[in-house]
């Protein structure tokens, strides 16, 4: 199942608009399908948001779901 994934603030610099993926099933497949697509990413500190809500564990991608990566947020 291809998922479209959108990419914000730095992030996009490497990756830009929104891409299409195949064969990932969660997000820990995805970030290491990420880091050979776009290796850049490897030194960068990213949030993923599955259906708008950030996760911190590792999450099924259901079919349709939106994504989203998310850089480090700054408090103030």
């Known amino acids: 199942m291809p998922i479209n994934i959108t990419a914000f603030g730095q992030i996009s610099e490497f990756i830009s608009g929104t891409i299409s993926v195949d064969k990932v099933n969660d997000t820990?497949?995805?970030r290491k399908h990420l880091v050979v697509q776009f290796p850049s990413?490897?030194?960068i500190n990213y949030a993923i948001a599955v259906d708008k809500k950030?996760?911190?564990v590792n999450t099924?991608?259901?079919e349709n779901a939106t994504i989203?990566?998310?850089p480090p947020f700054?408090?103030?």
Request: hydrophobic share 50%.
């Open 28 to 30: 820990d497949s995805l």
């Open 41 to 43: 990413l490897k030194d």
């Open 54 to 56: 950030i996760i911190s």
């Open 60 to 62: 099924l991608i259901e």
């Open 68 to 70: 989203a990566l998310l």
């Open 74 to 76: 700054s408090g103030g």
